[in-house]
Structures are given as C-alpha cells and as structure tokens.
C-alpha cells in the first residue's frame, strides 16, 4: 500500500504530523486488508481541514473534516472513515 501526504498551503513540511497521518492510514489495516493506495491532504486556508481518500478494489472512500487544529481533524476524519470502511465491509462481505 502507498501513502501519499500533502500540504497545502503550508510554509514548511511537518514531519511530526506526516508520521501521525501514516499511522492512522496504517490503523485501518486492522478493518480492511484490500486498501491498494491512501492519500491524506492538510489544507491551511480558514481552518485547518485534512481529507483521507483511500482506493480499494473498485471502489474509492473519501472522508474530509476541518477544526482550528490538525490533530483534532486529523481525529474526526480517522473516525469517519473507520465507519465508511466498517459499512463498506457489511455491503461487500461474503454471508
């Protein structure tokens, strides 16, 4: 699987914050093994907004949410996308 990590609107890169993204990428391997890349975006503009758009077999799961800081965003969005991932596997489960 391939992470990619971009900000947006930044001065600089933040190595601390990439690695937390990676981490939570990582994370969803325990709910899903089929994730082929994953793409986490840190956007600076009003708020501080970070979006994660996973690729599976087909199928793409976009989650986004913005708060005053990253790593409160980073957190909603992680738990956004652990209940996509959770209702994707119901629809798509062999019974």
């Not at 990582?26 to 996973?54: L, P, R």
């Not at 077999?57 to 992680?78: I, M, P, W, Y």
Request: aromatic share 8%.
């Amino acid at each position: 699987m391939s992470t990619n990590v971009t900000f947006r609107h930044f001065n600089a890169q933040h190595p601390e914050l990439e690695q937390t993204a990676r981490g939570v990428v990582d994370g969803f391997k325990k709910y899903i093994e089929d994730i082929h890349s994953a793409e986490v975006v840190f956007n600076n503009e009003k708020e501080k907004e970070v979006e994660i758009t996973i690729r599976l077999d087909g199928q793409t799961l976009n989650a986004k949410d913005h708060s005053d800081e990253f790593r409160k965003s980073l957190s909603s969005v992680e738990d956004k996308m652990i209940r996509q991932i959770k209702k994707y596997k119901t629809k798509h489960s062999d019974h």
